[in-house]
């Protein structure tokens, strides 16, 4: 069976949980809804994620939906072509949990507009869902009745699983300085790092693991190509011997800010 058979039948017994409209972008004669929507997981592992569609709306012509799947490691150059290789998850894990039941607590999306003109604009969203927090560029254009979106997880501080009493916090944007003539987002990059169990203190803390080679920070600098979606280009920064590792705190209307306390207390899990 070709690959976008599968996809189209796939998607199509997906359920996606509580939807929220996340914004509206008038492109003249057409409008882009986003949509946001729960990453209905089960795996452990998985990283903090949540799903995006955008909808056009436009007098005459069909209503199209299509889903813009989040990058969320930062990785150099475009997205790929493929949806599952851009997600790096096979077929099998990409798929909504059967027993999934949408009565937990729904994500809460914040959206603010970081730059627009006539057939681009780019947001700035913040998703919280439990304890755990992320902040999203999503990018939408609309040229010639085709639209272009793509959407990158710049910065969470939800942990993931990793191992026994271990647990793995993602590389994450600890900074991030927009320029708009055009744009560009250039991110202050901290590399993954291992968290375990404070086993020596009283608290429910857990402390950033000791690393045998020191891991160092990288510049990233984000822009749009048109046509494409959003273009990475990452710059290590050399940082020498040991350094302290950073962790990025996010509140709730996406402002980063970071600190290099070796604890964090949360509820032991």
């Known amino acids: 069976m070709p ?37 209905l997981t089960e795996e452990l592992e ?56 949408p009565d937990g607590v ?13 057939r681009q604009k780019v947001l700035h969203v913040t998703v919280t869902e439990g304890q755990g927090r992320g902040v999203y560029l999503v990018g939408l254009e609309y040229v010639d009745g085709r639209l272009t979106a793509d959407a990158l997880l710049v910065a969470t501080e ?19 300085d927009i320029g708009t003539n055009p744009f560009t987002a250039v991110l202050d990059v901290e590399p993954a790092q291992l968290e375990g169990r404070d086993e020596g203190g009283r608290d429910e803390g857990w402390e950033i693991l000791p690393q045998e080679v020191s891991r160092c920070p990288s510049q990233v600098r984000v822009s749009w190509r048109p046509g494409t979606g959003f273009d990475v280009q990452r710059q290590p920064i050399a940082c ?30």
Not at 241 to 261: C, K, N, Q
């Open 46 to 101: 998985e990283l903090f994620a949540a799903r995006f569609h955008a909808v056009v709306v436009r007098s005459g012509a069909t209503t199209k939906a299509e889903e813009v799947v989040p990058r969320a490691g930062l990785e150099a150059g475009t997205r790929g072509a493929d949806r599952l290789a851009h997600m790096q998850l096979d077929a099998a894990r990409q798929k909504p949990s059967e027993r999934f039941v």
């Open 158 to 176: 939800a942990p993931s699983y990793s191992g026994c009493n271990t647990w793995l916090l993602p590389s994450t944007a600890v900074a991030m």
């Open 3 to 39: 690959c976008g058979v599968a996809a189209r039948e796939r998607r199509s017994s997906e359920r996606l949980g509580a939807a929220t409209i996340v914004e509206t972008a008038n492109f003249g004669p057409a409008t882009a809804v986003l949509v946001g929507t729960p990453q």
């Open 106 to 118: 729904a994500p809460i999306f914040r959206s603010r507009v970081l730059f627009e003109t006539d």
């Open 240 to 269: 020498g011997g040991s350094r302290t590792p950073r962790r990025v705190h996010i509140d709730a209307e996406g402002r980063l800010t970071s600190s290099t306390s070796r604890l964090a207390r949360r509820p032991r899990r």
